[in-house]
Every structure is written in structure tokens, then in C-alpha cells.
């Protein structure tokens, strides 16, 4: 539980005008929503990004304010999957350049977008470049748990993971249990196909949907999940945000 940290959608607007006193940036959480197999409900990734975002606000009190979470992103590749929704690139650019514009005639200047869907990265990357100049304010972006790679390569068994698979669903049974069907968690159901040769590290790269890829939407072995491996990524990704950020500022 958060126990002291400026959580924008929780405060009224004298808080807010009292705690624009000591804050230096915004952090607005980008998820998803999106297929995460059998075992994981669609908002998973929204609830994990406001999850670590409240943590990481909590860290940086009293010179961080969590803003609302941005509860879908760039899911194209999921569209099959019953339930998913999508938005364009360009409308997740145009939702971050209106949240930062407003919150920027309140005095802040610095910006943090917190996303945990890898689905979002590119676009974020565009988005960075276009409103940083355009806006003239410090935006930086980070996926949420990426800092602590070395704890995942050290820890999950899987060789390929990333989504609905040990590492993610270890970080939701740590931060968000609720989000889990423990009793039908399943590993990757892969087939073979055209993917295999446009998976990060290779020479080419491309768009496949997701169940080209996996008929079950997962990749990695969620049977392998637990609380306690969830919980040395996150605590070992927020600690090293933190620090970053302290720096940036």
C-alpha cells in the first residue's frame, strides 16, 4: 500500500495547488488493454503500470504527482483475440500531448510516461522527439520493469517471454493478484510460422499478429510465475528508476 504520495486522480485542487510546491515532475502511467492469455484479465497491463506508478510517486515525495493512467495503447498485433482494443499510434501521441499540455500550465516540466506494454515503445519513442521540442518540456519514458534485466535472466527459466508468461504474471501475483486465474495458468502454445524471423535480435524485422505466434496468446511458461520473483523485479526496477529520475531532475 501507498503510504505518502501525490496521487493526482485521489487529491482536490487546493492539494494539488499545495503540492505543486515541491513537485518537479509528472508520471503518467501507459498501459494496455489487450488479450494476456487464459490465465491474466485484458486491463493487466493498465493496472500494473498505475501499480508501479504509484510506488515509483511514493519513492520521489514529494517532488513526483502520478497523473491518471492511460488505460489502452498500441495493440494491433492482439486485434484477434476477442476483447482487445486498439488505439492508432497517433492517438496515443495526441492523448500524451493534451495530459502534458495541461499539466504544463500548472508549472511542471518534467514528464515521465511509465508504460508496460511493449507494444507502446515505438511510439513513444516518436512521441518523445515530436512533443519534447514542440512543447518545450523534459519528457522521458520507461518501460516499467525493464531496468531489472538482470534479475530476469537470473531468475525466469523461460527462454522467450514478455507477455502473459513467468515474468509478467510474477509481477501481477506481486502487485496485483486479482489480475490472475491462478487455477488456468498455462505455458506458451506455440506454432510455427514467418514470426520466428522477425523477433527482436534477428536481421529483419516486421508485424505478425500475436496468435501467428501463440494459438493460446501466451509466450513463456506462466506455471513458473510466483510473488516472490515478482517481487525482486519490481523492487529492483523501482529502485533504479528512482535513481535515474533523482538524476534527471
Known amino acids: 500500500m501507498v503510504s505518502k504520495a501525490f496521487l493526482l486522480t485521489e487529491m482536490t485542487w487546493p492539494e494539488v495547488q499545495q503540492a505543486l510546491h515541491t513537485v518537479k515532475i509528472a508520471i503518467i502511467p501507459l498501459g494496455a488493454h489487450e488479450q494476456h492469455g487464459p490465465h491474466m484479465v485484458e486491463s493487466c497491463d493498465a493496472v500494473l503500470a498505475e501499480e508501479m506508478g504509484k510506488r515509483l510517486t511514493e519513492r520521489l515525495y514529494p517532488q513526483a504527482i502520478l497523473a491518471p493512467t492511460i488505460n489502452m495503447g498500441v495493440s494491433t498485433h492482439h486485434i484477434r483475440f476477442p476483447g482487445t482494443i486498439s488505439l ?39 512521441a518523445v522527439d515530436m512533443l519534447t521540442s514542440e512543447l518545450n518540456v523534459r519528457i522521458y519514458y520507461a518501460k516499467t520493469t525493464a531496468s531489472a534485466k538482470d534479475v530476469m535472466d537470473r531468475r525466469i527459466e523461460s527462454k522467450m517471454y514478455g507477455h502473459s508468461c513467468d515474468r509478467e504474471v510474477s509481477e501481477a501475483l506481486y502487485l496485483a493478484p486479482q489480475l490472475v486465474r491462478t487455477e488456468k495458468l498455462e505455458k506458451a502454445d506455440y506454432q510455427e510460422g514467418r514470426w520466428q524471423h522477425l523477433r527482436p535480435g534477428n ?21 513458473k510465475a510466483s510473488a516472490d520473483i515478482g517481487r525482486e523485479i519490481v523492487e529492483t526496477a523501482l529502485d533504479r ?9
Open 241 to 249: 528508476l528512482a535513481t535515474s529520475i533523482k538524476e534527471v531532475m
Open 88 to 126: 492508432q499510434p497517433t492517438t496515443v501521441i495526441a492523448i500524451l500531448r493534451d495530459m502534458i499540455t495541461s499539466l504544463q500550465q500548472h508549472g511542471i516540466q518534467q514528464f515521465l510516461i511509465l508504460n508496460s506494454h511493449g507494444g507502446n515503445q515505438a511510439t513513444l519513442g516518436v
Open 203 to 223: 536481421p529483419l524485422q516486421g508485424f505478425y499478429y500475436y496468435d501467428e505466434m501463440t494459438r493460446n496468446g501466451c509466450i513463456g511458461d506462466a506455471t
